[in-house]
């Protein structure tokens, strides 16, 4: 006997909407957990990147200090070795000057070239060729020049003339530092 229309159907719990929903909430709580898990990992990655990066920071700011007082460094050797070619220029003509001044008569053995004083050795044929060829000249130059001469078997003299000046003659390094 059937009193519906309808067969009987079985009852269930849940019915298929049901189902529907609760399969779309577990699936947001699962993409929700996903992503919040996702973001702690990407949050720890930035953190450990950003520490790694202070410490490239840290390191290459080193880095250019090292190559800053190395410039410095450079640069004043640069200035130094600048000066030390003009200097070397100077000396160069004084030498050249000095070298112009001998006459052909005179013979040099020995230059030597100090701070305040220039020492000269060498032969001479007379003392009155030394004394008005040479030694007015460094008088001249020097201020004070003294000389002794020693006489040769063949005739000539062996000569040695110190001439001293107030100033410097050659610059002294000390100065430059």
């Known amino acids: 006997m059937k009193y519906s ?10 019915s298929k909407i049901v189902k529907i929903w609760w399969f779309y909430i577990f699936l947001s709580v699962f993409l929700i957990g996903a992503f919040s898990i996702n973001l702690k990992i990407q949050t720890e990655q930035s953190t450990k990147n950003s520490k790694d990066m202070v410490q490239k920071q840290d390191f290459y700011y080193q880095q250019i200090q090292k190559v800053q007082s190395n410039q410095k460094r450079l640069e004043y050797e640069l200035l130094v070795i600048k000066d030390d070619i003009t200097d070397n220029m100077l000396v160069k003509d004084a030498i050249d000057n000095l070298l112009n001044l001998i006459p052909d008569q005179i013979t040099i053995s020995l230059i030597e070239i100090k701070d305040q004083s220039l020492v000269i050795k060498g032969n001479t044929p007379s003392k009155e060729v030394f004394r008005y ?3 007015d000249p460094l008088k001249a130059i020097f201020g004070e020049s003294k000389v002794s001469f020693f006489m040769l078997s063949n005739g000539g003299y062996e000569f040695v003339s110190e001439s001293h000046t107030e100033q410097s003659f050659i610059r002294n390094i000390q100065e430059v530092e």
């Open 133 to 135: 060829l040479l030694q």
């Open 5 to 14: 229309f309808t067969a009987v159907q079985p009852k269930r719990i849940f």
